[in-house]
T-cell receptor, first 112, second 115 residues
């Protein structure tokens, strides 16, 4: 099963509104990363938060991490139509090499 | 700096055939990982290579194999193709200094269709 599980599976909002996506994971992690994927294309890295960090900002993005609850959230403020994409959380497991495990993703649709 | 390049972008193969996909990582990156993405299973980890060695492997049958060359370029091979192998195959490279605290840079993927 997936290491990371995103919630909700899909989200539809109006331009200008905020979008919040959640991710839960199962095992101890080194860090957690968020990626964006536009329809059928490669993933783009958004932000990395280390296990000893609780919150991180990057432009309109805000990521929180709660290691006690094994969960993270991604907040996109003042959303734009161009933010329409799928968003994935990813955790890195150190198993001798590094294995990045992705969640199922949240499909975000921002209506203009 | 050139990004991760995957070739070909699209491929149509017949059941039973084999296929080889190529990935050229960002210059200087030594780690290359491969993923399979399907609507039903999402993004599934296939394997990771570092300095020509496979360090990690996902839960895929032996029909899926890969290798990495001395210049860090990587190939993955799927033999005896099945309809269920139709997917977007993504390659990602990273610097991978040994901590795992590095972002991965993805290519645009190869869309494989098995008919």
């Amino acid at each position: 099963s997936q290491q990371g599980e995103e919630d909700p599976q899909a989200l539809s909002i109006q331009e200008g509104e905020n979008a919040t996506m959640n991710c839960s994971y199962k095992t101890s992690i080194n860090n957690l990363q968020w990626y964006r994927q536009n329809s059928g294309r490669g993933l783009v890295h958004l932000i990395l938060i280390r296990s000893n960090e609780r919150e991180k900002h990057s432009g309109r993005l805000r990521v929180t991490l709660d290691t006690s609850k094994k969960s993270s959230s991604l907040l996109i403020t003042a959303s734009r139509a161009a933010d329409t994409a799928s968003y994935f959380c990813a955790t890195v497991l150190n198993t001798g090499g590094f294995k990045t495990i992705f969640g199922a993703g949240t499909r975000l649709f921002v209506k203009a | 700096k050139a990004g991760v390049t995957q070739t070909p972008r699209y491929l149509i193969k017949t059941r039973g055939q084999q296929v080889t996909l190529s990935c050229s990582p960002i210059s200087g990156h030594r780690s290359v990982s491969w993923y399979q993405q399907t609507p039903g299973q999402g993004l599934q980890f296939l394997f990771e290579y570092f300095s020509e060695t496979q360090r990690n492997k996902g839960n895929f049958p032996g029909r899926f194999s890969g290798r990495q060359f001395s210049n860090s370029r990587s190939e993955m091979n799927v033999s005896t193709l099945e309809l269920g192998d139709s997917a977007l195959y993504l390659c990602a490279s990273s610097w991978a200094p040994g901590t795992g605290n590095t972002e991965a840079f993805f290519g645009q993927g190869t869309r494989l269709t098995v008919v």
